[in-house]
């Protein structure tokens, strides 16, 4: 039973323009999310959190914004750059880590 | 600089063989994980340990077994392998508490035919 789902398996954006990356979740227990950036035949990197007792956390071109009510989080990436283009991974945890499907991102120069 | 190291990245090996994976982490990390990743289904918890000789069952234990007799070695076992464990193998490691990130290996990728 998948507790964070990512229904987008790829998108596609133009070098400048907006990334925007979904995950829903289940379980409203969940206290931190994360979302991991994978390329290729590499282990995933960490990228931003976000508590859930908070809405928005931002660092640098990436933004995550959670939505409790509606249970989704979401990612923003401002500008996309060509190197932004790998799998990107949210999570969420309460006793361990649950991970979503994953997201292939392509940034087109 | 936190480094995860595993010992293969790519490994062939027949079904039923006994295949041994090894991860290492160098920051002193209490917690360590090992996950699966199959295309369409994501990181899928494996087991995970708290502390030396200590392990928890994640999501897919099922035909596996681990072990971590130090703090910075935790290595996963399948006993007998098969031909539906052919995937990516992730190790990860982390501070305890599930605020904190936690740090992956490179993968190995484990074919069984």
């Known amino acids: 039973d998948q507790q964070v789902k990512q229904n987008s398996p790829s998108l596609s954006v133009q070098e400048g323009r907006i990334s925007i990356l979904n995950c829903d979740y289940t379980n409203s227990m969940f206290d931190y999310f994360l979302w991991y950036k994978k390329y290729p035949a590499e282990g995933p990197t960490f990228l931003i959190s976000i508590s859930s007792i908070k809405d928005k956390n931002e660092d640098g071109r990436f933004t995550v914004f959670l939505n409790k009510s509606a249970k989704h989080l979401s990612l923003h990436i401002v500008p996309s750059q060509p190197g932004d283009s790998a799998v990107y991974f949210c999570a969420a945890t309460l006793n361990q880590f649950y991970f979503g499907t994953g997201t292939s991102l392509t940034v087109i120069p | 600089d936190v480094k995860v190291t595993q010992s293969s990245r790519y490994l062939v090996k027949r079904t039923g063989e006994k295949v041994f994976l090894e991860c290492v982490q160098d920051m002193d990390h209490e917690n360590m994980f090992w996950y699966r990743q199959d295309p369409g289904l994501g990181l899928r918890l494996i087991y995970f340990?708290?502390?030396?000789?200590?392990?928890e069952k994640g999501d897919i234990p099922e035909g596996y077994s681990v072990s971590r007799e130090k703090k910075e070695r935790f290595s996963l076992i399948l006993e007998s392998a098969s031909t539906n464990q052919t995937s990516m193998y992730l190790c990860?490691?982390?501070?305890?508490?599930?605020?904190?990130?936690?740090?992956f290996g490179p993968g190995t990728r484990l074919t069984v035919t």
């Open positions: 990860a490691s982390s501070f305890p508490g599930t605020s904190n990130e936690q740090y």
């Open positions: 340990s708290y502390d030396v000789k200590m392990k």
